[in-house]
């Protein structure tokens, strides 16, 4: 085929496909579109994931009727205006695309009254051509209404995931820029059904209570941190609090939410030690700095950016997150590894870790500097144990015909349950407890979504859960052999588990492996010789006795050779 210019039509096709990649895409343009005409109220209503109806409310300044039609030019902005605008970006748009990109994909509607004038402006966009425009009454600020997303687009529309799938990742859209502009009133509506709504008093913890709710409200650090040129602010969450994926992390840059590589490496950097192989922390982080010193124009959706320096703002980001975690109770925790608090798990972090199975800094133990010590085991059946004793509350010493076994009571509890977890709901015999007190949960909206995505695959699992206003939740029942105690938790982290996409996991070893992390007896608790000769005949007899579901050890074996050897009785 010969070398020819595209006609404009289909190259805006192609440029519409790069902003406008799912319906979330749609929600970000126009809520930015809001919040840089400076709105201190937003209203989102999204039906059927947003293919259906998309319509962003707000109270800005409103574009003047004469240039109402240009906004949806390509290339049509009032935010920047020459190169050297582009070299210190304040605004959240700048690319002038968004407007047409969407009417190329969609019908639109915009009703708008600028600030300056005393009649709104109407306008009917179909296939990207206006259709119908008229002069209409309304309050200042700016209307945006987008039906039969992808219409036109089948191919698009195919590679859309589920309704719920597409709400979630709106409602996370929409959470986003709430919690980078507490400024600012938003609601979100998914099919008629308020997900969340925020005071816009400034207050962040506010917004995080409608989100995550009160509980992690309250507990989370306050992150401060000032170097020449930037600052670094948010809350980060105390290592208990941590989830199994990254959606709770948030990094703003000049409020723009953005996602970076660099921003999560210097925050995971700064939890190093304190969380449990797989577990990531929360952080909402807005990092102020000129504008001059950062490149948003990196691509069609503004969601990556380019710092000047770097590696300075990677170590103010990971300095300032380091000084709020040193003024929690985590430093007293790490001297004491044993200690009973409610998260005595994370003392036996370096024990599970992939690299190695020793810890110098733990006494008693086997250290790094000795890896020929022991050998990881292969997965065959155990021998029969005799139990010894228990070491540090939170290991089983066992002798066994060859050798010495030294056994993580949490981590070989959580592989018996798991297997019996499994067992059950492969023969559809799941054991269920009803609770005589239902018990309230108040989710997140992605957590709703995914609650709602997987509530059949739940009940199978023996939940009963319903519906009890505006993302409230009662739980009627649970599995049987899930520990009551931290019911709401267990729950919200294997809602996490659900809905993350880093772990390929089946979903019901998800859940099997959720229940099992969250019922096992923990590192920390004493046990009865019976008890732990009873733990000691259920791994006998489990499939896999050798690893948790995590894949992690559940125990560690010296041989009699290998005593030997360490003893100089055998050379
Ligand atoms: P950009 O945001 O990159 O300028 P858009 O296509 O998103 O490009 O919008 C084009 C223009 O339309 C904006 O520059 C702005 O002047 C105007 N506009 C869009 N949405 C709004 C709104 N909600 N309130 C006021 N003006 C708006
Ligand atoms: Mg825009």
């Given amino acids: 085929m010969p070398i020819k210019v595209l006609a404009p039509e289909l190259v805006s096709k192609i440029a ?6 799912r319906p979330a895409s749609v929600v970000k343009e126009l809520v930015e579109n809001s919040l840089d005409a400076g709105a201190s109220q937003i209203s989102v209503e999204v039906q059927g994931g947003g293919v259906g109806l998309i319509k962003v409310s707000d109270n800005g300044a409103g574009i003047p009727a004469l240039e109402v039609e240009l906004a949806f030019h390509r290339y049509a902005t009032s935010k920047i205006s020459n190169s050297a605008d582009l070299e210190s970006i304040g605004s959240l748009g700048f690319r002038g695309e968004a407007l047409p990109s969407i009417a190329a994909v969609a019908e639109v509607e915009i009703f708008t009254r600028n600030r300056s004038e005393a009649i709104g402006s109407y306008m009917y966009l179909r296939k990207g051509d206006i259709a119908s425009r008229e002069s209409r009454g309304r309050h200042q600020g700016t209307t945006v209404t987008v039906r039969r997303l992808f219409r036109y687009f089948p191919a698009r529309l195919k590679f859309l995931k589920s309704v719920n799938t597409e709400s979630s990742h709106i409602a996370h859209v929409v959470s986003q820029y709430a919690l980078a502009f507490p400024e600012v009133r938003f609601s979100l509506l998914l099919d008629k059904h308020l997900s969340f709504h925020t005071a816009g008093n400034g207050d962040l913890r506010d917004v995080i209570n409608q989100l995550y709710g009160l509980e992690v409200a309250q507990k989370m650090l306050k992150v401060t941190g000032t170097d020449v040129y930037l600052q670094v602010s948010g809350l980060v969450s105390p290592p208990p609090l941590a989830r199994s994926n990254r959606n709770y992390l948030s990094f703003f840059v000049n409020q723009r939410w953005v996602r970076s590589p660099l921003l ?10 304190l969380l449990i192989v797989g577990k990531h922390p929360m952080a909402i982080i807005n990092i102020s700095l000129p504008a001059g010193e950062v490149d948003v124009n990196v691509h069609p959706t503004k969601a990556q950016v380019k710092f000047r320096h770097e590696q300075a703002v990677f170590a ?25 608090t409610p998260w005595q798990e994370i003392p036996s972090l370096p024990l599970r870790s992939a690299q190695g199975f020793g810890s110098p800094q733990r006494p008693g133990m086997i250290s790094d500097n000795e890896p020929t010590f022991i050998t990881p085991l292969p997965t065959i059946k155990l021998p029969v144990l005799r139990v010894v004793g228990q070491l540090a509350n939170t290991y089983i010493i066992a002798e066994g015909p060859d050798g010495l076994y030294l056994i993580d009571q949490h981590a070989a509890h959580e592989r018996i349950l798991y297997e019996r977890i499994l067992a059950q709901w ?19 909206p992605r957590e709703e979504e995914t609650l709602k995505t997987n509530q059949g695959i739940l009940a199978q699992f023996g939940f009963a859960i319903e519906s009890f206003g505006t993302r409230s939740y009662l739980i009627r029942a649970v599995p049987a052999l899930m520990a009551k105690a931290n019911l709401i938790e267990t729950l919200s982290e294997l809602l996490d588990n659900l809905a993350s996409k880093e772990n390929p996991t089946p979903w019901e070893e998800k859940i099997a492996a959720s229940l099992a992390c969250h019922s096992a007896i923990r590192a920390g608790q004493q046990l009865s010789n019976d008890e732990m000769r009873e733990l000691i005949k259920q791994l006998e007899e489990s499939r896999q006795p050798r690893t948790c579901p995590h894949g992690r050890p559940t125990m560690i074996h010296l041989s009699l050779h290998q005593l030997e050897k360490e003893f100089g009785r055998i050379s």
Wanted: charged share 25%; net charge negative; hydrophobic share 40%.
């Fill in 16 to 21: 519409a496909g790069e902003v406008v990649e």
């Fill in 264 to 273: 999560t490496r210097a925050t995971e950097d700064a939890y190093r030690g």
């Fill in 316 to 340: 103010s980001v990971e300095e300032a997150i380091k000084g709020a975690l040193s003024k929690t109770p985590l430093a007293t925790t790490k001297a004491v590894p044993f200690a009973t």
């Fill in 426 to 444: 492969s023969q559809k015999e799941v054991e269920v407890q009803g609770l005589l007190q239902p018990i309230t949960i108040e989710l997140s």
